[in-house]
């Protein structure tokens, strides 16, 4: 009689599971909470819900908050356009990493070649061959070639080697010039 009892109760408990799936498969699944709008931006328009309407310049993806994966860790210059001052304690080119001056002018002197950076400040500063960045240090200057070569230090763990050598060459509205 006791094994009657057990195939009746595992009967009815297959049962009471298989209503309790069929039940939770017609509920729909709550709502995700709305997106709060990023600061600086105007919150867009969203019409129906539906994914496939989106409009210019959106996208699906939504960081929530965190740090963007997408945007790299060390940027050239803020989202607001201000100054980057890598090192503030620093003086001149120190300040600043390689990508937020820009090359101007190279000449050669007396004493060698020099070049000469605008950086985001815009404010003109000399460089000669061991002058430092907030992120690199100028290995040569060409006055021939019209290019300055940095050897930049990069902050990724993945690279072979710590560092590049970025070529700078100097760009004039017409095209290549010194």
Known sequence: ??????VYAAALLLLALGLAFALLAQTPPPAPPPAAPESGTAPAAVSSGDDSMLEEGESLYRH??????FSP???????EGGLVKVNPGSAG??????????LEAIIKTAQGTVAWFQGPDAKP???AAGERFADGVVISISYE???VVVQQELNDPTAIKPYRDLPLKIRSQEGEGQ
Not at 1 to 6: A, L, P, W
Not at 64 to 69: A, K, L, Y
């Open 1 to 6: 009689m006791s094994e009657r009892k057990v």
């Open 64 to 69: 929530m908050g965190e740090r963007d994966p």
């Open 73 to 79: 860790l060390v940027r050239g210059a803020s989202a």
């Open 93 to 102: 080119l120190a300040r600043f990493t390689v990508e937020s001056c820009s």
């Open 125 to 127: 500063y000399k460089a």
């Open 145 to 147: 070639d019209g290019e």
